[in-house]
């Protein structure tokens, strides 16, 4: 995120071509998409927000339960259960519907209006925790953060947290092929040996028996 996807200066003669759009064997860097407008009208995104919300608090509610207070009582255990889930969810959603309403006000990549939206669930940690200046500082928090998404996709940066950057075609990824990246230190001897590329694909694979008819084929 705020990751410009093309280098800040070049020099006079550009020489690596990883950023270079036109010409042969060189494609075109895609453009930032907003993945937040993509998921559809409002129920989806309400349904998407309410669905992964729940996802993740109830994973992180269900570790609570059995690995970190090993809660035994069952009443005990869907209480906890409820402490995670529910302001976790509705903070999840109502970030989504707050940031709707603010999208219909200020515009669809406006950055005030992720601004307006954090509102929402600062709003509903700081009532969870009993706190006011958790809820200001978790405001500001979730503030930043989208308005450094909406900022990203307007600029045509990348915009993801968690995930690298697949926009270039042009830059060589390990994602592609894993099995023939060369995985030696400086790779000095190795050159122009056999060891040059991994030879794991060797190792996982069985190896050819060759062509079947070679069988009948009397032994000289």
Same mark, same amino acid.
């Given at each position: 995120?705020?990751?410009?996807?093309?280098?800040? *200066?070049?020099?006079?003669?550009?020489?690596?071509?990883?950023?270079?759009? *036109?010409?042969?064997?060189?494609?075109?860097?895609?453009?930032?998409?907003?993945?937040?407008?993509?998921?559809?009208?409002?129920?989806?995104?309400?349904?998407?927000? &309410?669905?992964?919300?729940?996802?993740?608090?109830?994973?992180?509610?269900?570790?609570?339960?059995?690995?970190?207070?090993?809660?035994?009582?069952?009443?005990?255990?869907?209480?906890?259960?409820? &402490?995670?889930?529910?302001?976790? *969810?509705?903070?999840?959603?109502?970030?989504?519907?707050?940031?709707?309403?603010?999208?219909?006000?200020?515009?669809? %990549?406006?950055?005030?209006?992720?601004?307006?939206?954090?509102?929402?669930?600062?709003?509903?940690?700081?009532?969870?925790?009993?706190?006011?200046?958790?809820?200001?500082? /978790?405001?500001?928090? &979730?503030?930043?953060?989208?308005?450094?998404?909406?900022?990203? =996709?307007?600029?045509?940066? =990348?915009?993801?947290?968690?995930?690298?950057?697949?926009?270039?075609?042009?830059?060589?990824?390990?994602?592609?092929?894993? &099995?023939?990246? %060369?995985? /030696?230190?400086?790779?000095?001897?190795?050159?122009? =040996?056999?060891?040059?590329?991994?030879?794991?694909?060797?190792?996982?694979?069985?190896?050819?028996?060759?062509?079947?008819?070679?069988?009948?084929? %009397?032994?000289?």
């Amino acid at each position: 995120m705020l990751t410009p996807k093309y280098p800040i *200066t070049e020099p006079h003669r550009v020489i690596y071509k990883g950023y270079v759009e *036109t010409g042969e064997g060189q494609y075109p860097i895609k453009k930032t998409v907003d993945w937040v407008e993509n998921i559809g009208n409002m129920n989806q995104k309400l349904g998407f927000a &309410f669905k992964w919300g729940a996802c993740w608090s109830a994973a992180f509610a269900w570790t609570d339960i059995r690995m970190i207070a090993q809660i035994k009582e069952r009443k005990a255990q869907i209480a906890r259960f409820a &402490f995670w889930t529910v302001p976790i *969810t509705c903070g999840a959603v109502g970030w989504m519907g707050g940031l709707e309403l603010g999208k219909s006000l200020f515009g669809r %990549d406006s950055l005030t209006a992720w601004a307006v939206a954090a509102t929402v669930p600062g709003g509903i940690f700081g009532v969870w925790r009993r706190c006011p200046y958790k809820s200001l500082r /978790s405001t500001v928090f &979730f503030a930043l953060l989208g308005m450094a998404y909406q900022h990203s =996709t307007n600029m045509n940066y =990348t915009n993801f947290l968690l995930f690298p950057n697949q926009d270039n075609p042009n830059l060589p990824h390990l994602y592609k092929n894993p &099995f023939m990246k %060369d995985w /030696s230190f400086w790779n000095i001897e190795n050159l122009g =040996t056999d060891k040059e590329w991994s030879h794991l694909s060797e190792v996982v694979q069985q190896a050819d028996p060759g062509p079947s008819w070679k069988k009948w084929e %009397d032994k000289e």
